[in-house]
Structures are given as C-alpha cells and as structure tokens.
C-alpha cells in the first residue's frame, strides 16, 4: 500500500466523515447510494455490519468495504437434500472512487476483510468468505482466491455468488 493510504475501520475514523464519504463515486450509483445508507446505520450504531476504509492523508475515502459476520445456508448438492447452515464472512459492499480505478486499492480492501477472516476464525470457526459480485468484477474476485458458485444462489441473474475457501485462510500467514 502506498505509505499515504491508511486502512481504518469507520468507527475510529477521526474525519470529516460526513464531508469525504458524500464526495465518494464508485461509478454504480446504487452502490452509491446503499454505501451511504450504510453510513447511516453506522453512525447511529443500528447496523450489524462493520466498514473498512482506505482514506488517504488529506482524510480523502478512496474505496471502502462493507463486512458483516453471517450465518449462510447453501443448497446442498451431490444428491443431498436440504441446505446447510455455516458462519461465513460476507462482504456486503466494496466500491473504489472512479478516480482511483486500477491502482490496486480493490484487492487491498478485499485482502483486509480476509486478513480479518482469519482473526474471527481464530476467536470463532467459520467456513469462509462470501459474497454477491456483479458480473464485470467475477474475474477479479477470482485473481483474489474466490470461486464462482452461481449454480447454489437461484433467482440472481445479474451477477454471481463468490466464496472464498476457509482452508485458503488457515493455509497462508498474513502477518509475515
């Protein structure tokens, strides 16, 4: 990461947050608009969920990621019938400001939540990470680690269910 950039989690964020966050256009206006909702929430502690963000030194926010810890039922394949219910991650948003396309800040803010996957396993098991891309941010996901489980997730057209692997994470040291 470049040594101006922090990652911070929203709620030790000493900024102008009301200010950098409106500034924020991640170029899917209803991205947009549920990131600001989100914010909301947030603020007023009504949320489950919990917001990274990658501001710069001028308090700028030039990406953020959305997390909540879940309790996820996938359809059963292989001739079994019913669903299974685990505790996954899932990231509900990620946006980067237009302006920054390209630069690597995605991948940082989805290499964050996995690094922070990693930390709840250790306090409390779960199986992975999971999460709903629109379909022109499959192959990125993909060069993160994620695999493609569209056939498990009926009644989505418009994008892709992704899932990164529980055992990817007990595999790999992050903190080398």
Known sequence: MEDDLELIDYHSWIGDSTNSLSRLDCGVEEINTEFMNEVKNLKNYSSKN???????????????????????????????????SYPTVYINLLGVDKNNYKKGYGAQL???????????????????????????SVDFYKKLGFSEVREYYPGRVD????????????????LR
């Open 50 to 84: 919990r917001a990274i963000l990658l501001v710069n030194r001028k308090n700028e926010v030039l990406g953020f990621v959305v997390y909540s810890l879940e309790n996820a039922s996938m359809i059963q394949v292989g001739g079994k019938t019913g669903t299974k």
């Open 110 to 136: 989805v290499v964050a939540v996995i690094r922070m996957a990693k930390t709840i396993d250790v306090l409390a098991h779960i199986e992975g990470i999971q999460l709903h891309s629109l379909e022109d």
């Open 159 to 174: 994008g892709s269910k992704m899932y990164y692997n529980i055992d990817k994470l007990r595999k790999i040291d992050f």
